[in-house]
């Protein structure tokens, strides 16, 4: 058995090439967030749980979008569809009433959702939250915590795990604060300081809930303190939305938010977003006595096709046993990683809410009934660096698997007994490839 790194590159050779190529034409070789060590890997079709690269792997795919996926990579239902309204326009030039069909969608399921402004991303989503924070309070200052992430907008970098607020003016990140998720100190902050105008926070934790929040009862206390201190609570629900419950994660924890900032599955796989919110904050978008007060413009907003993408998706969501499918799926996943990693005698645990598992390797520890792990986020946040993820995830995908952020994995609706039962006969393999290059 060669090395991990060394199998990599010769299952991804054509890949290799090309992100060689690449480098003469986008910088990094290619999209950011899409890019691995030795090099990444390009894929050509995807369908149902899995996908087809350039050489010709076949891959059992749990990236799913980046979440955006619940229904799995082009749904039949999704696609026609979609193919239908290309077929009838892309750009309307004017309002279309899938606009409205769109926002009726999200307001049945969302409870917070008074009014609905579609966005064209999850960045796009979480700055006009803060913007909208901002107005209505007529204050500076948005809490956010550590580790959470909300987009790459600059009211959002600091402390989100990517590591460079190079290029962002110092006064901009003066008017972010940045706190440990702890609502004694929340609490202290906000007795302190009368300039906040909002708090975002992701909703299960820091990146999809690798670093978990005590909930429901941290959400609950963190939204007494947001009333009494009169400050917009922003449910940050980019990947929780429609996918922690059909209401996503407000409805699983019953807290109303002020405002929810939502993208991926509710533009269904592809490019949009959306906040919405109470109508008093909302209407802040809205023209009164002929002055427009805030602006929120964009050729792409609420466009035809990721409408109608939204509108199939949300609405197979609401009627169909999507959001439990994916949850047996990923709970079956749970229970087989968790066997492997007794079986195999590795140090680790599994944890996740939903539809969404962390795998956890070099720390044990013990998830809640509610999904959420008893580790530290210090401990966590060792385990997330260094070496192991990056490894976990090349030798996963020479066996044919994919996950997300080198320890996750996103579970679809569509992931089928034979996806799940594959992956966990295939994790011994990885095991078995991390021992023998000395990670583990
Ligand atoms: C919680 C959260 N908020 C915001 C964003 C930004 O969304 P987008 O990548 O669509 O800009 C993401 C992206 O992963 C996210 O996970």
């Known amino acids: 058995m060669g090395s991990i790194i060394d199998t990599y590159t010769e299952k991804f050779r054509k890949s290799s090439e090309l992100y060689d190529q690449g480098h003469s034409i986008v910088p990094g070789g ?20 899995r996908k087809i690269d350039v050489d010709g792997n076949k891959i059992i795919d749990y990236m799913m979008g980046f979440g955006s996926l619940i229904l799995g990579h082009s749904h039949p239902v999704v696609v026609e569809k979609i193919y239908r309204q290309i077929q009838n326009g892309t750009h309307l030039g004017a309002l279309s009433e899938l606009e409205l069909i769109w926002g009726r969608k999200v307001k049945d399921l969302i409870p917070s959702a008074e009014r609905v402004r579609f966005t064209s991303s999850g960045t796009e989503a979480t700055l006009l939250a803060m913007r909208l924070a901002r107005g209505y309070t007529g204050k500076k200052k948005i809490i956010k915590f550590v580790e959470h992430y909300h987009g790459w907008h600059d009211y959002a970098i600091p402390q989100s795990g990517l590591n460079t607020e190079f290029g962002i003016p110092k006064d901009t990140l003066s008017s972010t604060v940045v706190l440990e998720p702890k609502i004694n100190l929340i609490e202290d902050y906000l007795e302190k300081n009368d300039d906040v105008a909002g708090i975002i926070f992701e909703a299960t934790g820091g990146h999809w809930g690798q670093f978990p929040l005590q909930n429901p009862t941290f959400v609950m206390d963190l939204r007494k303190l947001t009333v009494k201190h009169d400050v917009v609570m922003i449910m940050d629900e980019v990947i929780c939305g429609f996918r922690m419950s059909k209401g996503g994660a407000q409805k699983r924890f019953g807290v109303i938010p002020d405002l929810t900032t939502m993208a991926k599955i509710v533009a269904g796989g592809l490019p949009g977003g959306a906040v919405a919110g109470n109508q008093k904050i909302m209407s802040l978008l809205s023209e009164k006595n002929g002055v ?100 976990l995830k090349l030798a996963f995908l020479n066996e044919g698997i994919d996950i997300m952020g080198g ?15 594959e992956t966990v006969e295939k994790f011994e393999k990885v095991i078995n490839a991390l021992r023998s290059d000395g990670v583990i």
């Open 292 to 391: 427009q007060k805030m602006f929120h413009p964009g050729t792409f907003n609420a466009n035809p096709v990721s409408a109608t993408a939204g509108i199939a998706t949300l609405e197979l969501i609401a009627k169909e046993q999507i959001n439990h499918k994916a949850d047996l799926a990923a709970q079956k996943l749970k229970l087989g990683l968790r066997e492997v990693l007794h079986k195999r005698e590795v140090q680790g645990h599994v944890h996740g809410v939903s539809s969404i598992v962390h795998l956890v390797l070099g720390v044990e520890g013990k998830e809640s009934d509610e999904g959420v792990s008893d580790v530290s986020h210090s401990e966590l946040a060792r385990a997330t660096m260094g070496n192991i993820p990056k490894m």
């Open 30 to 49: 290619g999209h950011q967030s899409r890019v691995q060590k030795p090099f990444p890997y390009f894929v050509n079709t995807a369908k149902g749980s």
């Open 407 to 421: 320890m996750g994995f996103f579970v679809s609706a569509v992931h089928s007994e034979d996806d799940i039962n």
